[in-house]
Nanobody, 117 residues
Framework: QVQLVESGGGLVQAGGSLRLSCAASASVFSITAMGWYRQTPGKQRELVASIKSGGSANYADSVKGRFTISRDNAKNTVYLQMNSLKPEDTAVYYC???????????WGQGTQVTVSS
């Protein structure tokens, strides 16, 4: 079973930055599209950024221009650089393999991001 370990969350003021990391145990990581999701209480988990094995990325409109997803296939790790953070970015952030927007693996524990105004 694939294990996903997210890290890098924390408390930051509006306008600040955070860099999230997600390490995956999967041997197929390098050929798998990966995504970052976020969830707030009472809401569905939403996909905010994804990156294909070759490096092409897509973003939700709400984070476009502020967030950057990247990956290091040698380390089986995907990153999310979050700049110009807003209070509405407050959520638990998760990573997962993604296919047509659908997560493929079991979820990790996530990492909490809290943006204060």
């Amino acid at each position: 079973q694939v294990q996903l370990v997210e890290s890098g969350g924390g408390l930051v003021q509006a306008g600040g930055s955070l860099r999230l990391s997600c390490a995956a145990s999967a041997s197929v990581f390098s050929i798998t599209a990966m995504g970052w999701y976020r969830q707030t209480p009472g809401k569905q988990r939403e996909l905010v950024a994804s990156i294909k094995s070759g490096g092409s990325a897509n973003y939700a409109d709400s984070v476009k221009g502020r967030f950057t997803i990247s990956r290091d296939n040698a380390k089986n790790t995907v990153y999310l650089q979050m700049n110009s953070l807003k209070p509405e970015d407050t959520a638990v952030y998760y990573c997962n393999a993604v296919l047509a927007g659908i997560p493929l693996w079991s979820w990790g524990q996530g990492t909490q991001v809290t943006v204060s105004s």
